[in-house]
């Protein structure tokens, strides 16, 4: 998909970098730090605000991210709302059980899932660190 689909469609790719990057728990000073030198936790604001991103900005922040930049371009927040929506009134349950979909399993899920991030940032963190300590010690 093109930026023109996107604008077409409506889409806010830069509400949806937000978004994004709050479901995974990420701070804009760390996207900026991420994306390099000459970004900073305004310029990631300001980012998020853009109806449509550069494709190669893209590719970038979705690689620090971690996810694919379709999911960016694709992200449709109206659409999934009424998606949710009419899947909940055609089908909802007593008990909040949606076909078999149990919204209390999704959150745990997506913690479980925040945790794995979380414990594989603090890893990298510490590997970076000693790193940084054997760098330190050569000089």
Known sequence: ???TDAMEKKIHEG?????????LGIKQDALAADLGD?????????????????AALLQQISAALKIPAE?????DEEQAVNVIAS???????????INNYNPVDAVL?????????YERM?????EMMV???????GK
């Open 1 to 3: 998909m093109t930026n």
């Open 15 to 23: 509400r949806n970098v937000k978004r994004f990057r709050e479901m």
């Open 38 to 54: 000459d970004w900073n936790q305004q310029k990631i604001s300001l980012l998020e605000q853009k109806q449509t991103i550069d």
């Open 71 to 75: 999911a960016i371009q694709n992200f």
């Open 87 to 97: 899947t909940f009134n055609d089908n909802a349950q007593v008990g909040g059980v």
């Open 109 to 117: 899920k997506l913690h479980e899932e925040k945790m794995a991030l």
């Open 122 to 126: 603090l890893k990298e963190k510490d």
């Open 131 to 137: 790193r940084l300590e054997r760098l330190i010690e």
